[in-house]
Each structure stands twice: as C-alpha cells, then as structure tokens.
C-alpha cells in the first residue's frame, strides 16, 4: 500500500517532525522553524471550552425507526407513516461535573437527540429523569452554581446544595429522584430518557395538542447503589463511556423504545396541575403512554472531540409539525441553549459534521469564525434579491394561537401552582418499594450529613420541614437518623 505524505496543514509535505531546527547540535532553537510553530500552536488550541453544565459525556450514531402510526398527532414528515426512518446522534452526560469527573457521580443524566431529518435536525435536549429542580431559567444559573464549587475553597459543597433546595421547595420531587438509586445510573444503556418539558405537536388540520416525550431502555434499567457508585469512581471514572463503546463494538446496539404521552388543550385547562411545570409529572393513568418507535445506536464516531465534543443540540431545533410550549423553563432553553453553542463551538457550528443537517440549508447566513462557504458559495446574502430561487414555504407557516392574557407581568411561579409534595409524595408511598426507600433515606442522610456551618440547623429543619410535607414516614426516618428532635411545628407542616 502507498504511503501518505506528511504534510502541515495547508497541504505542503515535510520531513523535519521529530527533531527542531538549531543553531549547531546544542544550540538554541530558531524561530524561523515554522513547523515547531504550527505544531506546538495548534497544540494549545486543542481544547475548546467545556460546557458550563453536562461537561462530561458519550456519544454514538444511530438510526431511529417509525414503528406505530402517530400522523393524527403531527404533520412531520419523519411520522408520516410506519417504517420512516432517520439517522440519529444520541449524547449522554452528566449534570455537574467537569469533564474529568467520574461517570458514576450522584447527578441527573443529560439524553440529548438529535434527528437527521428530511424537514431538518430535530433536536430533543431532556434528562434522564421526568422532572427538573426548578420551574423557571431565572433560577438556572443559581441552581447551577450550588451544583458546582465554592468560590473560596474550590470544593463542592453540601452546605449550599441543601440550601437551596430547602428554600425552593419545588424541587423536592427531583431531589427525591436524585436521592435514589435512580441518580447512580449503571452506565448509559440502562437509564430511561425523557424529553422532560411539555412539548406540541400539530397535525395537517392546525390542531395543536400538548405532548411529553419518553425513552424506555430495552435493555432494563439497572443502578448501581451508593457504595458500588462510590466503589466505581475510584476504579474507572469512565466506566459509561467505556460501557456504551464497548457494547457498540461487540454489536450489543443499545435500544430504547419511544413513547408520548397526548393531553388535549381542553384536558390542560382542567389538569390539576400546571401542565408546563416541568417539575410534575402528567400520570400514565390519566395519560397512557403511546408506542412511537424505536431508537437504536450502532456507530461509535470515529472522532470523539468532533464529533462529541463539538456536538450542539438545543430545544430551539425544531420541525415542522413539532413545536414548544409555554414552560418557563423550555422558553429559557431556547435561547440559552443556542446562545451557549455560539460561545462554545461558534456561530457556524452547524456547519461541523455533526451537527449539519445532511438535506438542504438555505439562507443567508454568512461569515463568522470557521465560515465554510462550500454549501452557498457567491449566492446573494441578502433578502429578497432578484438572483437566487429560494423561496418561502408557505406550508411551514408557523401555529398561530391567542394568549390567554395581554397583562405582563413578573408573575410568581408558584401562585394557584404551590403544591410541591403530592407527587414527591406518591414517589416515595406508591413507585418506590421499601428497599428504594430505605436506600433513598441513606443517601439523603449521607448527603445532608455535609451540612456545616452557622445555618446547618436552620437548613436541614427547613429541608425536614419539606420531607414530612411530602410523606410522614419519610421525614421521621431522616429526622431521626440525623440526631434532630422532632417538634409540633414540623409535624404541622406535615399536614
């Protein structure tokens, strides 16, 4: 077989890469050795920054197939009929962590999809769990930074975790899920996915109805427990990625079954709860889950960095037929998520590999860091002109709705909205069995057992307060393995 040339980076061919040029065999190295220039530049280049959250993570290629008939819900063209299929990239992640952190760290599971579709890339951007922490980005970054390390110490900190989570009681039904075996996932094969967000779909007919999205593992959710998560960090930090490229080489693809769940307009007016507060769950009883298709990876990249690490996925990707809804939190998405891929990645990131849509772009676009000017060459970038024959769809014509109010306002979150336990409730009283709940309480005695400082009492009687408001055995169990005497005042909260 030919050999390839070495060559630097404009295509030129060189020889000179093991050693620099010098003055005599000892001397010093010159500056004019422009190879040594390119080489060590480049090098320290290599990084782009990490993403603020969901920093370490896997990724795979692989291919998502119709396989039950949803077009009475939707006009896009990727669910018209049974059997369409479509290319897919799937990233998995951590919440929390740094890029060299462990794997099998107590924290949510990013799922992030994308769908090479012929209307477009669709991207679904949700965890591993139903639910979230808070109901509103205002609260993002703060909620965030009690996630990552102190401004002084550098370390992470259960003193601010708990705090804020003991004065936004809203996240109780997250931090249960985190508290669980559910926050140690064995790897990525084996958590469910969830779009999280109430999303729509419209139909041929302009009829909207309001959707969730799920991902059910097919090959069995399995977790580890505290101790085995703990146990793993310390003998392979990688142990997800490891686990997911390992499966895909030995043709082990990992599948998950996609499922939605369909609430009217109607039925959302009379829901008990608000039906876009990402921290509630919509019961399968009342909102039984409907069998879409399946999703399988098959394709490990052949590039990490390029294709994973440079991979941007946001909520504002959307398609034809596949919409948003009023969720705050959704609404913040939209424009943090894109905003943060043109910091990170730049503003043509999707023109990289990954994330370029293999069908058509057509716009006008142009110019910016890494510009590829392959897909538009010398076509006019500006609109309209008498030139070019792009021309606007007018079957893509977007939804358009009546707001139920023209009174703006800070509205606060929780009015006609406060009911943070009833779920948390039934979460621990109905889908937990007594060894999750006896796990569940000893991670949240780990866990709250780094409260330190001036206010440690005030916050774990605050947080206590919220256990027993969400179930009464619940909040003894903690109260009691944490040494705290229980008064009439928690037990009335309880009510």
């Avoid at 090098?43 to 039950?68: D, L, M, N, Q």
């Avoid at 394709?299 to 294709?307: G, K, L, R, S, T």
């Avoid at 941007?312 to 009023?326: A, K």
Wanted: charged share 25%; glycine share 6%; proline share 5%.
């Amino acid at each position: 077989m030919d050999s390839k040339k070495l060559t630097l980076s404009n295509g030129a061919p060189y020889f000179e890469h093991q050693d620099s040029q010098t003055v005599g065999p000892r001397g010093p190295v010159l500056l004019q050795d422009f190879i040594l220039q390119e080489n060590l530049a480049h090098f320290v280049r290599e990084r782009i920054p990490e993403r603020i959250v969901h920093a370490k993570g896997s990724g795979a290629y692989g291919t998502f197939t119709v396989t039950h008939d949803i077009s009475q819900y939707t006009k896009a063209k990727l669910f018209s009929k049974v059997g369409n299929t479509c290319r897919m990239f799937a990233r998995f992640s951590t919440v929390g962590g740094e890029k060299g952190s462990a794997d099998t760290a107590r924290d949510p599971r990013g799922f992030a999809l994308k769908f090479y579709t012929e209307d477009g890339n669709w991207d679904l951007v949700g965890n591993n769990t139903p639910v979230f922490f808070i109901k509103d980005a205002k609260k993002f970054p703060d909620f965030i930074h009690t996630q990552k390390r102190l401004p002084k110490t550098n370390l992470k900190s259960a003193t601010m975790m708990w705090d804020f989570w003991s004065l936004n009681p809203e996240s109780l039904h997250q931090v249960l899920i985190l508290m669980s075996d559910r926050g140690t996932p064995y790897g990525y094969r084996h958590m469910h996915g969830f779009g999280s967000h109430t999303f729509s779909m419209i139909n041929d007919h302009n009829e909207r109805v309001w959707v969730k999205f799920h991902f059910k593992t097919k090959q069995g959710v399995k977790n580890f427990t505290d101790e085995e998560a703990v146990k793993m960090a310390g003998e392979n930090p990688d142990f997800a990625q490891e686990d997911l490229c390992n499966a895909i080489e030995n043709g082990d693809f990992p599948k998950w079954t996609m499922y939605i769940q369909v609430m009217t307009e109607e039925q959302a007016k009379d829901f008990r709860w608000n039906p876009f507060d990402v921290t509630k769950v919509w019961f399968h009883d009342d909102f039984p889950l409907i069998e879409v298709g399946e999703m399988e990876l098959n394709e490990v990249p052949v590039n990490y960095f390029a294709h994973v690490e440079q991979s941007t996925f946001s909520p504002s990707s959307l398609i034809n037929g596949i919409s948003f809804s009023p969720d705050k939190m959704l609404q913040g998405r939209l424009f943090s998520y894109p905003d943060a891929h043109r910091y990170r990645v730049g503003v043509n990131a999707h023109q990289l590999e990954v994330n370029r849509c293999p069908f058509a772009v057509n716009n006008y676009q142009r110019d910016g860091y890494m510009a590829d000017s392959s897909q538009y060459q010398d076509k006019p970038n500006y609109h309209p002109n008498s030139f070019d024959d792009i021309k606007a769809d007018s079957d893509y014509k977007g939804f358009e709705y009546e707001l139920d109010s023209a009174h703006v306002a800070s509205y606060n979150r929780n009015d006609n909205d406060s009911d943070h336990y009833t779920q948390p409730g039934l979460l621990y009283s109905k889908a937990m069995n007594a060894e999750d709940r006896d796990r569940l309480i000893q991670n949240i005695i780990g866990s709250m057992k780094g409260i330190s400082g001036p206010k440690k009492d005030e916050i774990i009687n605050r947080q206590l307060c919220h256990f027993f408001r969400a179930n009464i055995e619940l909040g003894m169990k903690v109260a009691s393995q944490l040494n705290v005497n229980i008064d009439a005042n928690m037990m009335n909260h309880s009510k």
